[in-house]
């Protein structure tokens, strides 16, 4: 027994002594590093040898083409690695007869390197390799020695879309059929890049079909938004590091980010650090390009000069786009100019269209302003909030592109955008409109028609800059082609114009003016101007231009009841006349009774006049109605009623705060009155609204909005004031400005005036038996200004600023389901945020004016608690006493029956008052009381 246990023991001895020995055996110290160029292919990697005896490592290689054709072999070549030493090999071929890779034609070969330690099983790895080049030559990106355009997308789902249970990276993201549909979708849309960016490892799919299918990739670390600490420095490495490991591999990458957002003034170690970080990510990988601070970093650190720009959601608007050919006040994207390094934009559009119909994502704070200020309350909301994402992305992306050459910086676009509806139980996804507006855009040959004169007559001519703008990768020079432009209604071509193009070389721009004619007999409405490229091999997509046309009589009317028309030029005059109406000069409003309507001309107070301020409010207080046009305010400034400011506005949209039967949308849908014909001057004038009123929560007690523009569509560009028996429409929307040469000005013109004759002036909005709060239809009318009247949509988010639905998900989305009261509330910020709540506030409250249906005697108002608490409310109804109630953690029901007076014209002003709490729940100076009002019933 004995012996046999010692024998056990020595058996037992010699395994370790092996075990130990094998552990000591030389060890490839990472996968091989395989890159290419056009013209080679290296392979680095390094042996360890942490035994005591000298060792021998054998390799070999042998990369074979697409048939399975040999190429080249190598090997086996031996190589000794000292005891306790490293040995790091590297060897090189230049195989002849290539086929290089590019998007266009994405030719992989296979390559097999094995590398056999001594005494040890032999290491396989075998990779798809193309041979490419992607370099810089002065500002602009070179692939395989040619100049090339990035035309990516920025926002993809891995890292970026979750699930119903807010998973981040869920299985769909991994299904090879879907990844492969994806991919087959994105290069229809002609698609040559994408960002997947952050931890990759579980999400090498998408790099094997970018690969394969033909899509450049950049990949890295962005974190950094709104950092303060250095810590975001090492942070940011450990996430890139392992990227750059992983993917370096692959051909597809060619872009590494390092840091996203990082605003080099809050911290002076973040330029040095970033700077650090670009040395370490070219140590681990030389032959890539680097972001080194995507959207901020001004080109000061990397290779890169990386812009956001959200030019057209965020702030400003789509007229702007011509800054792209010089600078804007950060950027000169001429050649050379600043960093002199290209510049991409892997941040643009925005129009976050996330919830489940389409509509615009309306989280409080950013999404919110903007959603309401681009397409307002529109009955068709996720129709239009589509039609928005689809015109911006072309818009944007084509006015970059046309730019784009040897005179430019400007290299690659990446909209940041909701392009998709997920289904992710069925593993699909379905493009919304904007990726056809990207498949146009992003044509490899883009035929682009800029204009800013949309709105035409019978009998005009549709005129634009026709750009021709060729980065045909396989076509080389575009020679013996044409253009042909049709105007195209309900199916049926309409007009056509053929141009002969000149011989347009590859990356060079061609552009000339190009008219169509607007033939007699077509409808008024939509039509489109298509743009077709005649040529046998060219990659041309085409495009679509969308315009508004009309007949002659367009803004006619039909109505006969005397308007008299205060007007020093006789402009105004002329051209209500012109259009149908029975419109009398006069010279002084004394001269006017109670029930003549009253017209003042566009421009009146521009100019001294004898006009006589206390003898037009006087006509009103008596019973008169008058319409105030389009008031630059320079002289009679005075005749504007307490309580009215006014402030440039500069906004394309106007919001029409009514139902699709009023008088102004007559003819007229709500999305066409988004940018009129461009008036002229230096710079592009479409603008709806240039200066806008701003109310105080005063003058709301007397002033209905019934058109308003802007951020939250904070100011005002329609609205009735009531004083005495009389009321002044007061409209700052610029028909006049374009009278006779805009259909859908002129129309809206003729509308402003039928509401002065033909409304019949009764003060706050005519409701339905229930309304709805954030359902826009049913409370139209009611919440025209909201920041003043303290009520905003409740968007999930409950006073935070996040992306989130209900559920958590950091970018999925519901639908807003009620109002919150905030008190008065400002924008503070360009991007849309909402201000703080006054410290030294115990209470806010939240007001709006509504004529309840015939019969309604009281009302209930159904609220919702959301928190864990219990929360108070108080309201109170015109010519009825305070009533209060407690709403229990998690309760949602109706609180009433609320009894009112109505005024002597039927209206009713309801206050909610709730309490605040500045400092509860760590929410600096932010409301906390969180009750959400879901909607107003009234009863017999």
């Known amino acids: 027994m004995k012996i046999k246990s010692s024998f056990n023991i020595l058996i037992i001895l010699l395994c370790c002594y092996v075990c130990i020995s094998y552990a000591e055996q030389p060890l490839l110290k990472e996968t091989p590093f395989i890159h290419t160029t056009a013209e080679s292919i290296t392979t680095e990697f390094t042996i360890s040898n942490s035994s005591k005896d000298d060792f021998v490592c054998r390799y070999s290689q042998h990369l074979t083409d697409a048939d399975g054709e040999s190429v080249y072999k190598i090997g086996p070549v031996s190589v000794s690695v000292a005891a306790g030493s490293e040995e790091k090999v590297l060897f090189s071929e230049n195989p002849s007869g290539l086929n290089l890779w590019s998007p266009e034609d994405p030719y992989l070969y296979r390559v097999v390197t094995v590398i056999e330690p001594d005494g040890q099983d032999a290491e396989v790895f075998e990779n798809n390799i193309g041979f490419r080049t992607f370099e810089i030559r002065g500002s602009h990106f070179y692939l395989n020695g040619r100049p090339y355009f990035l035309r990516a997308l920025s926002r993809i789902p891995p890292g970026r879309v979750h699930d119903a249970e807010s998973n981040i990276r869920p299985e769909i993201w991994r299904d090879k059929n879907f990844v492969r549909d994806f991919f087959e979708t994105i290069k229809d849309a002609n698609v040559n890049m994408i960002r997947v960016c952050g931890p990759v490892d579980k999400d090498l799919i998408w790099f094997d079909y970018a690969d394969k299918m033909g899509v450049m990739m950049v990949n890295g670390s962005y974190r950094g938004e709104g950092a303060e600490g250095e810590s975001v420095i090492e942070h940011n490495r450990s996430i890139f590091v392992p990227v750059i490991k992983t993917v370096r591999n692959y051909t597809s990458p060619v872009i590494y980010t390092l840091s996203n957002e990082l605003q080099w003034d809050k911290n002076d170690a973040f330029l040095p650090g970033t700077r650090q970080n ?274 002659r009589d367009f803004a006619d009317t039909d109505i006969k009841e005397k308007i008299f028309v205060y007007d020093n030029s006789g402009e105004t005059l002329k051209a209500l006349v012109k259009n149908g109406f029975e419109a009398v000069k006069v010279a002084a409003v004394d001269s006017l009774s109670p029930e003549d309507k009253l017209v003042i001309a566009a421009g009146v107070f521009d100019a001294q006049n004898n006009f006589s301020t206390e003898a037009f409010w006087k006509y009103i207080e008596a019973g008169g109605h008058a319409l105030v046009m389009e008031q630059e305010y320079s002289a009679g400034k005075d005749i504007l009623p307490e309580g009215f400011g006014l402030k440039q506005a500069n906004e394309l949209f106007v ?49 209905e909005v019934a058109a308003n523009c802007d951020s939250q569509l904070a100011k005002a560009a329609v609205v009735e004031y009531f004083a005495g028996k ?49 359902d826009f239809d049913s409370e139209r009318g009611l919440f ?149 009002f879901e909607s107003l019933v009234f009863l017999k």
């Open 278 to 551: 670009y040395e370490v990510a070219k140590a681990v990988d030389p032959t890539r390009l680097i972001i080194g601070n995507a959207g901020f970093g001004r080109g000061m650190a990397g290779d890169i000069e990386d812009v956001h720009d959200y030019l057209g959601w965020y702030y400003g608007d789509m007229s702007s786009f011509s800054r792209y050919k010089t600078s804007s006040s950060k950027v000169d994207y001429r050649y050379g100019k600043d960093s002199g390094k290209p510049i991409t934009f892997t941040e643009m559009i925005g129009t976050y269209t996330n919830n489940r119909d389409g509509s615009f994502q309306m989280a409080i704070n950013k999404h919110h302003a903007n959603a309401l200020r681009l397409v307002g309350t529109s009955p068709r909301f996720a129709d239009d909030s589509m039609w928005y994402q689809a015109l911006i992305t072309k818009e944007m992306v084509e006015a970059m592109r046309c730019v784009r050459g040897s005179q430019s910086r400007i290299c690659g676009t990446f909209p940041f955008s909701t392009y998709w509806f997920w289904d992710i139980e069925n593993k699909t996804a379905r493009a919304k409109p904007a990726i056809e507006s990207l498949k146009m855009s992003y044509s490899p040959v883009l035929l682009s028609m800029q204009t800013w004169n949309r709105n035409l007559y019978q009998t005009d001519q549709f005129s634009c800059m026709l750009h021709v703008v060729n980065d045909d990768y396989s076509l080389g020079s575009l020679v013996n082609a044409k253009a042909r432009l049709s105007l195209v209604q309900d199916g049926a071509v309409r007009s056509t114009v053929l141009v002969d193009l000149p011989r347009v070389d590859y990356y060079d721009t061609f552009k000339s003016v190009v008219s169509l004619d607007i033939p007699e007999g077509i409808g008024a409405g939509t039509a489109y101007v298509k743009a077709e490229l005649i040529h046998p091999k060219a990659d041309c997509t085409g495009n679509t231009l969308e315009i508004y046309v009309a007949g």
């Open 655 to 703: 919001n029409i705060d009514r139902g699709p039967d009023h008088h102004l949308l007559s003819g007229l849908r709500h999305r066409d009155l988004f940018a009129f014909n461009d008036a002229g001057g230096d710079s592009v004038d479409s603008y709806a609204v240039s200066t806008g009123f701003e109310l105080t929560r005063e003058a709301l007690e007397s002033t």
């Open 726 to 774: 009389g009321s002044v429409i007061f409209s700052q929307i610029e028909c006049m400005k374009r009278a006779g040469t805009d259909p859908v000005a002129d129309r809206l013109r003729t509308n402003l005036v039928s509401m002065l004759i033909n409304s019949d002036h009764l003060f706050g909005e005519q409701s339905g038996w229930e309304i709805k709060f954030a």
């Open 784 to 932: 025209a200004s909201p920041l003043k009247q303290g009520f905003i949509l409740n968007s999930h988010n409950y006073g935070r600023v996040s992306y989130g639905d209900v559920s958590g998900s950091s970018w999925g989305a519901g639908r807003p389901d009620g109002r919150r009261v905030t008190g008065e509330m400002k924008i503070t910020r360009s991007l849309g945020y909402l201000g703080h709540v006054d410290e030294k506030a115990s209470h806010a409250d939240g007001f709006f004016w509504v004529r309840p249906p015939k019969g309604a005697e009281s009302a209930s108002i159904a609220a919702f608690n959301p928190t864990d608490r219990p929360l108070k409310f108080a309201v109170k109804a015109s010519g009825s006493e305070i009533q209060t109630y407690t709403v229990s953690p998690g309760e949602k029901k109706p609180f009433g029956p609320l009894s009112f007076k109505r005024l002597d014209n039927g209206a009713v002003k309801f206050t909610i008052r709730i309490s605040v709490d500045t400092k509860g729940q760590n929410k600096e100076k932010k409301l906390v009381e969180e009750l959400v």
